[in-house]
């Protein structure tokens, strides 16, 4: 608790600070809240709004946790049989790479023509953007194991199977979270773009909206609440990490 | 327990020939060293023995017959006890790969512990014990499985000196309690000639045997026997075998005697090795 505390100080007091002169440049300037809103403001009419917020936050949560699902089985799929097969590892990672060269930007909308308002477009875009450094990490994971460790088990009769199950799927799980981390973020950001080239609800929409009807106070109430989420995610890693490996932790503190 | 024999091994990678021609015969309770210069092929030979790489000629016989998977344990070079597994779920990784239940193979490491000098650590992960301990761990993860002979590719090599006395030492012990036959690579003269029944010495690549070098010292083996005359002259004889200058292909093995600077001179009374330049001139 001491520790998480003596992590957090520093970054929350360099946050006041900005926030502080913030506040203290929009009052001596007397700048129009259409332009540049107080954070008091902000924070002010986004407590007006929690309802409409809450409401649209709940959507892109929902889109977030589909399009990262999605993403995390095809991200597994994919590096497990490119793990088992190097004439699949030749033939898909070159592919992989090319996804995301992929502008996004412009294969947003187009997903939207072809997939309508609902779901499918955005969980393709958070697919899209996320498992690639799953499907990395993953792929990288497995082939740090140690070729001795491998002989090793071939030594005790073990098949390509029993390999991977007792040596490389282990062996590649810290791979795994630093890939879910990294995941993860873009899973938040990837569902507000999404929505925000055309949605129903959801918090991409619901800037879009605002910043339409010059409510720029509205749209960075939605932008803190992002930003809240996606660092609640983030920290959930850690937590999943010292369930499921809680050995590597321990290593780590010993090394 | 059977008798294993290898015969005529021979083994190229590429262009690269490393192994020529090895045989050895170990019987029930052998204890066989193997020596060589670095990079001779000794790795390549256990390899084949583990079933990790396939010989392009000759064979390895049990009783007689073609060796199955079975026949060896080996123990690699690095302990490569996994952090994600107790000590104990390593020692039991053999059992548990060849198909026996995780508690079931727990129940068949756990006696083991205790001669192994492991006692208390079965729930310690790797990371907890010490260079010795992870050796020993290594080793019982090997001897669990209960295969016909041991291979231990350089046990102790990474170890400080003095802890690989005491591990030399536990080893012969706990041996002779358990009656293994074990090859072991080394390239310690004294270690291999303080646990060995036999030493094998492999010439420079490609391998074929030199020479095999009877240890006649009595067991169990003490830490006092390395100063004793036999000792000292099985080292002097391996360090001249080990020195030879290589021989063309075909030829066959030279008088040991011949080359004059690998006299066993060159050794000091306390079995020291010493073939730097400082000391030719001594009398």
């Known amino acids: 608790m001491r520790r998480a505390l003596a992590l957090a100080a520093p970054p929350l007091l360099v946050v006041a600070l900005l926030l502080g002169g913030w506040q203290w440049f929009v009052t001596v300037n007397d700048v129009r809240p259409q332009v540049l809103p ?53 033939a898909l990672v070159p592919l992989l790479v090319a996804s995301q060269t992929l502008p996004i930007i412009a294969i947003a909308p187009l997903l939207i023509i072809w997939f309508g308002f609902g779901l499918l477009p955005k969980v393709v875009v958070i697919a899209l953007v996320t498992f690639f450094p799953i499907a990395i990490g993953l792929i990288e994971g497995f082939a740090s194991t140690d070729r001795e460790a491998s002989n090793l088990l071939r030594s005790m009769g073990g098949g390509r199977w029993k390999e991977f199950r007792y040596v490389r799927l282990p062996g590649a799980m810290p791979y795994f979270f630093t890939a879910l981390r990294i995941g993860i973020t873009y899973a938040v950001t990837g569902a507000i773009f999404a929505e925000y080239v055309g949605a129903r609800a959801g918090l991409g929409i619901f800037m879009n909206l605002q910043k339409n009807s010059f409510r720029t106070d509205l749209v960075l109430a939605a932008v803190v609440v992002t930003a809240t989420i996606s660092v609640v995610l983030f920290g959930l890693t850690y937590l999943v990490q010292r369930l499921v490996i809680p050995w590597h932790a321990k290593e780590r503190r010993r090394a | 327990m059977r008798e294993v024999r290898v015969e005529g091994l021979a083994k190229t990678y590429g262009t690269l020939p490393v192994l020529a021609d090895v045989s050895l015969r170990a019987a029930p309770g052998d204890f066989i060293s193997i020596i060589g210069p670095s990079g001779c092929g000794k790795s390549t030979l256990f390899n084949i023995l583990a079933g990790l790489a396939a010989p392009d000629a000759g064979q390895v016989l049990v009783d007689g017959a073609p060796a199955e998977g079975r026949t060896f344990g080996y123990m690699p070079q690095k302990d490569l006890l996994f952090p994600w597994r107790t000590i104990l779920d390593n020692a039991a990784l053999g059992l548990e790969v060849a198909g026996m239940r995780r508690r079931a193979a727990r129940d068949r490491a756990r006696p083991l512990f205790e001669p192994f000098g492991l006692a208390g650590f079965e729930r310690a992960h790797p990371f907890e014990l010490s260079g010795g301990m992870r050796q020993r761990a290594a080793l019982l993860r090997t001897v669990v499985q209960d295969r016909e002979v041991l291979l231990l590719d350089e046990p102790f090599g990474a170890l400080d000196s003095l802890t690989r006395t005491g591990m030399q ?33 492999l010439g420079p690549r490609p391998a074929r045997v030199r020479r095999v070098v009877e240890i006649a010292l009595p067991r169990p083996r003490t830490v006092e026997m390395v100063t004793c005359p036999g000792f000292a002259a099985a080292e002097a004889e391996l360090l001249a075998a080990l020195r030879e200058p290589a021989v063309e292909p075909g030829l066959r093995e030279p008088d040991p ?22 000391r030719s001139g001594r009398p």
């Open chain 1, 38 to 90: 107080s954070p008091l403001r902000v924070v002010e009419q986004g407590w007006e709004f929690r309802d409409v917020i809450w409401a649209n936050t709940v959507p892109t949560l929902q889109v977030t946790a589909v399009g990262f699902a999605v993403s995390l089985v095809l991200g597994w799929a994919l590096a497990i049989l490119v793990d088992f097969s190097p004439w699949l590892r030749r």
């Open chain 2, 169 to 201: 030492e536990w080893l012969e012990g706990v041996r002779a309690r358990f009656g293994w036959t074990v090859l072991l690579i080394t390239h310690d003269i004294r270690e291999a000639v303080f646990l060995s029944d036999r030493v094998v010495v």
């Open chain 2, 257 to 278: 005697r011949e080359p004059a600077q690998q006299e066993p001179e060159l050794r000091e009374p306390d079995g020291e090795v010493h073939a730097g330049p400082d």
